[in-house]
């Protein structure tokens, strides 16, 4: 079956410090790709990054970064220093055959 | 330089009524999805159109949800005797052709159903 599980519903954390967005899966299939997503309180979804199952680098993006581990089936998430501008909704991904959101994990960064 | 634009953004019916939303993608792209997102929860997956090829409709929630999508163009998401469950924001999303693609998403049709 197809799962994507953000434990995390709501995260509070006072600007500047890291915060780190859990994402856990669950697919039968191989050959799979994983995405995160950012919801802004403005509403509109904006794509953040993608990885497919055949590539654990980790990728490093300004103060985002991301860690890809099979072993565990997982795909979180950091954000390092966080701003006000980043609070907002993130929605982790899955597509096999199909596609499926995760719940999202609402992170609110204290000024 | 238009993204994914959705029509309209709000709507506000009766119980009973039929709605139609419309989604119009991003020109040359093949892929084009529906979502729902109901008040502070995830995307609900409704259905996704791929080219010529005929539609993944397992998302949808019941016979009264149903979606038609003219060759790579425009779609339209269609709600017969809408509930009051069926109040969300209804989400739609374009996409290059091939499952790695990353998804490009309107601003939503926010549907209210008194």
């Known amino acids: 079956a197809q799962k994507v599980t953000q434990a995390q519903t709501e995260i509070s954390v006072v600007e500047k410090e890291d915060v780190t967005l859990d994402c856990v899966y669950e697919?039968?299939?191989?050959?799979?790709?994983l995405f995160w997503y950012k919801q802004p309180p403005s509403g509109e979804l904006v794509f953040l990054i993608r990885?497919?199952?055949?590539?654990?680098q980790n990728e490093i993006s300004g103060r985002y970064s991301w860690n890809f581990q099979k072993s565990t089936s997982s795909f979180n998430f950091t954000i390092t220093a966080s701003q006000v501008v980043d609070s907002a909704v993130y929605f982790c991904?899955?597509?096999?055959?199909?596609?499926?959101f995760g719940k999202g994990t609402r992170l609110h960064i204290l000024p | 330089g238009a993204g994914v634009s959705q029509s309209p953004s709000n709507k506000v019916t009766e119980k009973g009524k039929d709605v139609e939303l419309r989604c119009d993608p991003i020109?040359?792209?093949?892929?084009l999805y529906w979502y729902r997102q109901r008040l502070g929860q995830g995307l609900e997956f409704l259905i996704y159109?791929?080219?010529?090829?005929?539609?993944?409709k397992s998302g949808l929630p019941s016979d009264r949800f149903s979606a038609e999508r003219t060759g790579e163009s425009v779609s339209t998401l269609t709600i017969q005797r809408t509930q009051q469950e069926d109040s969300a924001v209804y989400l739609c999303?374009?996409?290059?052709?091939?499952?790695?693609?990353?998804?490009?998403f309107g601003d939503g049709t926010r549907l209210s159903i008194l």
């Open positions: 991904a899955l597509r096999d055959d199909k596609i499926i």
């Open positions: 697919t039968r299939d191989t050959t799979y790709y």
């Open positions: 999303a374009s996409s290059l052709g091939g499952s790695h693609q990353p998804q490009h």
């Open positions: 159109f791929q080219g010529n090829s005929a539609p993944d």
């Open positions: 020109s040359g792209h093949t892929a």
């Open positions: 990885r497919n199952s055949f590539d654990e």
